[in-house]
């Protein structure tokens, strides 16, 4: 059974509080979400949502707290686990009043930038995330958007695990697809320009593994990165799917060894010259012919139609269904007889636990799971922790002593994110979760 991926982009959420009248963007969201609905169900469910960046507008908390209600109805909707939603911020996730009021972070932008190539653009981002100072005036203008992101475990730091995160979805023959988020925001300024941006190797570098093929996504496409051309020479024949978002202009772009996607906007500026709303759905499967491996990329590109009858229809493809197809060639691989092979019901999941086949969770990414005692992740316990009131979060860290005061000035996603830890440090993931789901139960 195929792998059902949506990929949305350029949402834009705006929350003004001086809006007069409807909000024409309110009612594109919910003519998508109802498309979105239909179109996968019929595809058998929704396994996975990415969405490439500029989520909110101006990078302000109350758009956050307006895409997280939406993004939740859409799991609701399609019944996608909120597990298996994957975020990346784009230039609109910056809160640009933290550049306006503390300029110095721009002129950091540009010292990184400057640099005479990209190996030493590479060494000057890095040892300024080293610096604690630095690296959090770096990040202070992604601050609403980690805090918002840590609902779908998708927030970005300098940090190992969460620089440029990994998730795994398991295919039909058991293999692995691999998702890769890149955060080409970390620079963004105020006057962004082609070629002006920089990710670093150390966010796009890529290996080979048995049994594991890679998806990535980002929103600013490769042209847009000053390092853009090096990442496509590192992804190529190894990374077999690129999503990428802000150009709002949605294509295919099939290459030897992989394909690219492009989104439309979900809701693009009405004075751009083609407002042509759209997203896509992907289907990834792996088929074996004459012992020979391919992935089969099944692209069901949706786009609005602005005249009557007014609705999202196809972006015609040359499948029956008008699909559009790409079949990469894969190396050999057998799963070993040890590990047993996924069912069509259990195809499409994510290995929290290891990044191996062989230890993936095998539970359908539609089932509630509760984890087993000796199974526990942080992962795990984050979901549920989200669901509650900040001040709840902060008890229960209290009574597992978690919080310590030095982090008292963090951001909230990096002092939930430590507590969870510690947490595990501690060998408290299990008794910290039970306190989760003792309070949730009782409303707190």
Same mark, same amino acid.
């Given at each position: 059974?195929?792998?059902?991926?949506?990929?949305?982009?350029?949402?834009?959420?705006?929350?003004?509080?001086?809006?007069?009248?409807?909000?024409?963007?309110?009612?594109?969201?919910?003519?998508?979400?109802?498309?979105?609905?239909?179109?996968?169900?019929?595809?058998?469910?929704?396994?996975?949502?990415?969405? $490439? !960046?500029?989520?909110?507008?101006? /990078?302000?908390?109350?758009?956050?707290?307006? @895409?997280?209600?939406?993004? %939740? &109805?859409?799991?609701?909707?399609?019944?996608?686990?909120?597990?298996?939603?994957?975020?990346?911020?784009?230039?609109?996730?910056?809160?640009?009043?933290?550049?306006?009021?503390?300029?110095?972070?721009?002129?950091?932008?540009?010292?990184?930038?400057?640099?005479?190539?990209?190996?030493?653009?590479?060494?000057?981002?890095?040892?300024?995330?080293?610096?604690?100072?630095?690296?959090?005036?770096?990040?202070?203008?992604?601050?609403?958007?980690?805090?918002?992101?840590?609902?779908?475990?998708?927030?970005?730091?300098?940090?190992?695990?969460?620089?440029?995160?990994?998730?795994?979805?398991?295919?039909?023959?058991?293999?692995?697809?691999?998702?890769?988020?890149?955060?080409?925001?970390?620079? $963004? !300024?105020?006057?962004?320009?082609? /070629?002006?941006?920089?990710?670093?190797?150390? @966010?796009?570098?890529?290996? %080979? &593994?048995?049994?594991?093929?890679?998806?990535?996504?980002?929103?600013?496409?490769?042209?847009?990165?000053?390092?853009?051309?090096?990442?496509?020479?590192?992804?190529?024949?190894?990374?077999?799917?690129?999503?990428?978002?802000?150009?709002?202009?949605?294509?295919?772009?099939?290459?030897?060894?992989?394909?690219?996607?492009?989104?439309?906007?979900?809701?693009?500026?009405?004075?751009?010259?083609?407002?042509?709303?759209?997203?896509?759905?992907?289907?990834?499967?792996?088929?074996?012919?004459?012992?020979?491996?391919?992935?089969?990329?099944?692209?069901?590109?949706?786009?609005?139609?602005?005249?009557?009858?007014?609705?999202?229809?196809?972006?015609?493809?040359?499948?029956?269904?008008?699909?559009?197809?790409?079949?990469?060639?894969?190396?050999?691989?057998?799963?070993?007889?040890? @590990?047993?092979?996924?069912?069509?019901?259990?195809?499409?999941?994510?290995?929290?636990?290891?990044?191996?086949?062989?230890?993936?969770?095998?539970?359908?990414?539609?089932?509630?799971?509760?984890?087993?005692?000796?199974?526990?992740?942080?992962?795990?316990?984050?979901?549920?922790?989200?669901?509650?009131?900040?001040?709840?979060?902060?008890?229960?860290?209290?009574?597992?002593?978690?919080?310590?005061?030095?982090?008292?000035?963090?951001?909230?996603?990096?002092?939930?994110?430590?507590?969870?830890?510690?947490?595990?440090?501690?060998?408290?993931?299990?008794?910290?979760?039970?306190?989760?789901?003792?309070?949730?139960?009782?409303?707190?």
């Amino acid at each position: 059974m195929p792998l059902n991926i949506a990929h949305l982009s350029d949402i834009h959420f705006l929350c003004d509080p001086e809006q007069i009248g409807h909000d024409p963007n309110r009612h594109m969201r919910d003519e998508l979400l109802e498309d979105l609905e239909v179109q996968s169900e019929k595809l058998g469910g929704l396994d996975a949502l990415v969405v $490439s !960046g500029d989520i909110a507008y101006g /990078g302000r908390r109350e758009e956050f707290e307006l @895409a997280a209600n939406w993004l %939740r &109805e859409i799991c609701e909707r399609t019944g996608c686990s909120v597990k298996n939603v994957f975020l990346c911020p784009g230039n609109h996730d910056v809160d640009r009043q933290v550049l306006k009021k503390k300029s110095f972070i721009e002129d950091s932008h540009a010292a990184i930038l400057n640099a005479r190539d990209n190996e030493r653009r590479n060494i000057e981002l890095i040892r300024r995330l080293k610096l604690p100072d630095t690296r959090a005036h770096l990040y202070e203008s992604l601050e609403n958007y980690n805090n918002f992101a840590l609902n779908f475990d998708s927030c970005f730091h300098a940090e190992r695990d969460d620089y440029a995160w990994t998730r795994d979805l398991v295919l039909n023959d058991g293999s692995i697809l691999r998702v890769r988020a890149l955060n080409s925001a970390l620079l $963004s !300024g105020r006057d962004d320009k082609a /070629g002006t941006l920089f990710l670093g190797r150390s @966010a796009w570098s890529v290996g %080979r &593994e048995a049994g594991v093929e890679h998806l990535a996504f980002s929103h600013h496409p490769p042209k847009w990165l000053a390092d853009g051309e090096d990442m496509v020479s590192e992804f190529a024949n190894k990374v077999r799917i690129q999503l990428y978002g802000h150009e709002h202009d949605q294509r295919i772009v099939p290459s030897q060894g992989s394909v690219t996607l492009f989104a439309g906007a979900v809701n693009p500026h009405r004075l751009e010259g083609q407002w042509q709303p759209g997203y896509n759905l992907i289907q990834v499967s792996v088929n074996v012919r004459e012992d020979a491996r391919y992935m089969l990329v099944r692209i069901h590109a949706r786009e609005w139609q602005s005249k009557i009858p007014m609705m999202f229809k196809p972006y015609a493809g040359t499948a029956h269904d008008m699909a559009h197809e790409v079949e990469l060639k894969l190396r050999p691989w057998k799963q070993k007889p040890s @590990a047993a092979a996924p069912t069509a019901a259990t195809s499409a999941t994510v290995a929290f636990s290891a990044p191996s086949p062989a230890t993936s969770s095998a539970a359908s990414p539609k089932e509630i799971e509760v984890p087993s005692l000796d199974a526990m992740t942080m992962q795990q316990v984050l979901y549920p922790l989200m669901e509650m009131e900040r001040d709840r979060q902060r008890d229960v860290f209290r009574a597992l002593s978690l919080e310590v005061p030095e982090e008292a000035t963090l951001p909230d996603f990096l002092k939930i994110k430590r507590a969870l830890v510690r947490a595990k440090e501690k060998g408290l993931l299990s008794k910290l979760f039970d306190l989760i789901v003792e309070e949730n139960a009782h409303g707190h």
